[in-house]
């Protein structure tokens, strides 16, 4: 478990970027059962929402959360680019009311967009480490629940080994 102080425009950013995380098709379903999970950034968007008025918040993050949110903050760099050449238009479903309502009229100002991309930059590296180690949990965790399922098919006819 993560716990992240952010400041006010931190936490736009991550708004942001749990927006559009979640506006992807699939973003927030198990590979395995096919099935909507809530281990993803839907309730971190649920519970900064509360705070997006706050100066700063304290936010509690599981490793999967982190990692996915390191993602979504590579995710939103480009779109924020693409946000800007389009002039205020974005595919990311949400996104564009998103930016308005974060910041208003900043679809008509020229470069607005692009200085919220250095920011993004800036949250990513200052996150970068803990990202990285919560990355590596999610993988060893993955690894050691296939390593078990793996025992657990195998076993059933090797019924002689025990």
Do not use: C
Not at 51 to 60: G, Y
Not at 95 to 115: H, K, N, Q, T, V
């Amino acid at each position: 478990m993560y716990s992240l102080t952010l400041d006010s425009d931190d936490l736009r950013l991550v708004y942001l970027a749990t927006v559009y995380h979640l506006g992807r098709p699939g973003s927030e379903i198990d590979a395995v059962t096919l099935e909507p999970h809530s281990l993803g950034l839907g309730p971190l968007r649920e519970t900064i929402e509360l705070h997006l008025a706050d100066a700063t918040a304290n936010i509690d993050l599981s490793d999967y959360q982190l990692a996915r949110l390191g993602q979504a903050l590579h995710g939103i760099v480009n779109e924020l680019k693409q946000f800007e050449m389009a002039q205020g238009r974005s595919a990311v479903p949400g996104f564009s009311e998103a930016m308005e309502r974060l910041s208003p009229g900043i679809a008509g100002e020229s470069g607005a967009a692009l200085d919220l991309v250095q920011q993004a930059i800036m949250l990513r590296r200052r996150l970068d480490a803990a990202v990285r180690d919560a990355e590596v949990a999610v993988e060893t965790a993955q690894s050691q629940q296939a390593k078990k399922e793996s025992d657990e098919r195998r076993r059933w006819w090797k019924f002689w080994v025990r």
